[in-house]
Nanobody
Framework: QVQLVESGGGLVQAGGSLRLSCTAS????????AAWFRQAPGKEREFVAG???????DYTDSVKGRFTISRDNAKNTVNLQMNSLKPEDTAVYYC???????????????????WGQGTQVTVSS
């Protein structure tokens, strides 16, 4: 069973930056797809960014140009660099992974079978 552990969340002012990291207990990111989702209070969990085995990336429209997802296979880590943060980015951020081939990272939660515990990101105005 692959375990994912997120780190890097916290409190930041609007316009600031945070870098989230997700470390896997096994080598899955180089052969599978990794993604970040987020869930705000009272809302459904939503796709934020994903990266496939072929380094194809996808972002939800609201974060394009501000967030960057990257993968470090040697460290079994996937990162999410978040710049120009806005109060509406406030949520619990979850790392997800699936050990299957996808050309484009899927956006549905049920396409992923491994999840981290989540890390809180709070952006103050």
């Amino acid at each position: 069973q692959v375990q994912l552990v997120e780190s890097g969340g916290g409190l930041v002012q609007a316009g600031g930056s945070l870098r989230l990291s997700c470390t896997a207990s096994e080598r899955i990111f180089n052969s599978g797809v990794a993604a970040w989702f987020r869930q705000a209070p009272g809302k459904e969990r939503e796709f934020v960014a994903g990266i496939s085995q072929s380094d194809i990336t996808d972002y939800t429209d609201s974060v394009k140009g501000r967030f960057t997802i990257s993968r470090d296979n040697a460290k079994n880590t996937v990162n999410l660099q978040m710049n120009s943060l806005k109060p509406e980015d406030t949520a619990v951020y979850y790392c997800a992974a699936v050990g299957a081939y996808y050309y484009n990272p899927p956006r549905r939660t049920h396409d992923y079978n491994y999840w981290g515990q989540g890390t809180q990101v709070t952006v103050s105005s």
